[in-house]
């Protein structure tokens, strides 16, 4: 079954992407070889775009805490694990206080380091990193795949704990939602929303192989439209009968956008 995530305001759009390129960060470096070593540099020096948009620190600062004063209203429900309850709240201390003791702004070693942000400079032009434009990124490429990881482990370390409080986030906001068993007839779905409390996040499930959803949304409606790829002309719409799940996710209380 294919999912697909939809975010519904700008905070959860940088959350989902600084997953995403941490992920294949993550992925590349542990391949070791040098073309993924190359790709998992690529992402991380992307990230840093993402984290100089806005103070996200202190946005998670904020996210973190709300989630621990919420959940920490649920101590003592029968009807809650209050194992797994204490866990996710010792790891949104343990997120938090890692990264409140780091004082400097997020990303900031990195930024210092004038080899990087030259390499980060020639990623922006197409072809950028060949062996006579940098010839000492190249240099740095064949040396052996342990001494890489090395360095990846060091420019990451100051990173681990934004990844660890998005990937907490959103966790839990993947967890909130209620999953629904729908239909899109002729290939599409339309639902009204209140309004009164902003979704966060969508989530689509599919087993239909041969197609996928196009998604318009924002706090007032959900419009879905199921395409069909042929891999030469633009998307088609399908105008069969379409089963499918979906979760409107959004955290308990949250009203920002």
């Given at each position: 079954?294919?999912?697909?995530?939809?975010?519904?305001?700008?905070?959860?759009?940088?959350?989902?992407?600084?997953?995403?390129?941490?992920?294949?960060?993550?992925?590349?470096?542990?391949?070791?070889?040098?073309?993924?070593?190359?790709?998992?540099?690529?992402?991380?020096?992307?990230?840093?775009?993402?984290?100089?948009?806005?103070?996200?620190?202190?946005?998670?600062?904020q996210e973190?805490?709300?989630?621990?004063?919420?959940?920490?209203?649920?101590?003592?429900?029968p009807n809650?694990?209050?194992?797994?309850?204490?866990?996710?709240?010792?790891?949104?201390?343990?997120?938090?206080?890692a990264l409140?003791?780091?004082?400097?702004?997020?990303?900031?070693?990195?930024?210092?380091?004038?080899?990087?942000?030259?390499?980060?400079?020639?990623?922006?032009?197409?072809?950028?990193?060949?062996?006579?434009?940098?010839?000492?990124?190249?240099?740095?490429?064949?040396?052996?795949?342990?001494?890489?990881?090395?360095?990846?482990?060091?420019?990451?370390?100051?990173?681990?704990?934004?990844?660890?409080?998005?990937?907490?986030?959103?966790?839990?906001?993947?967890?909130?939602?209620?999953?629904?068993?729908?239909?899109?007839?002729?290939?599409?779905?339309?639902?009204?929303?209140?309004?009164?409390?902003?979704?966060?996040?969508?989530?689509?499930?599919?087993?239909?192989?041969?197609?996928?959803?196009?998604?318009?949304?924002?706090?007032?409606?959900?419009?879905?439209?199921?395409?069909?790829?042929?891999?030469?002309?633009?998307?088609?719409?399908?105008?069969?009968?379409?089963?499918?799940?979906?979760?409107?996710?959004?955290?308990?209380?949250?009203?920002?956008?």
């Amino acid at each position: 079954m294919s999912s697909y995530e939809f975010p519904f305001n700008e905070r959860i759009r940088t959350y989902l992407r600084l997953e995403d390129l941490f992920t294949k960060v993550l992925h590349h470096v542990e391949i070791g070889h040098e073309f993924n070593h190359h790709a998992a540099l690529v992402s991380l020096l992307q990230m840093l775009d993402l984290i100089d948009r806005a103070d996200l620190k202190v946005d998670l600062l904020q996210e973190l805490d709300r989630h621990k004063i919420q959940l920490s209203f649920l101590q003592g429900n029968p009807n809650i694990d209050q194992h797994a309850l204490s866990n996710t709240l010792a790891s949104l201390e343990r997120c938090a206080v890692a990264l409140r003791t780091d004082h400097q702004k997020l990303g900031q070693t990195l930024r210092e380091n004038d080899w990087l942000m030259s390499i980060k400079q020639r990623t922006g032009i197409p072809g950028g990193v060949c062996e006579f434009d940098l010839p000492s990124y190249h240099h740095w490429l064949y040396l052996s795949p342990d001494r890489r990881k090395a360095d990846f482990d060091n420019w990451l370390s100051r990173l681990m704990p934004m990844y660890e409080a998005i990937s907490i986030i959103l966790q839990l906001l993947r967890g909130s939602g209620q999953t629904l068993s729908l239909v899109a007839h002729h290939g599409a779905y339309q639902q009204q929303l209140s309004g009164h409390k902003p979704a966060q996040l969508l989530r689509i499930e599919i087993g239909h192989t041969e197609c996928f959803p196009e998604v318009s949304a924002n706090k007032y409606a959900i419009n879905i439209r199921f395409q069909k790829l042929d891999f030469v002309q633009k998307p088609k719409v399908l105008e069969e009968d379409i089963p499918f799940n979906m979760i409107v996710c959004n955290f308990t209380g949250a009203g920002h956008n």
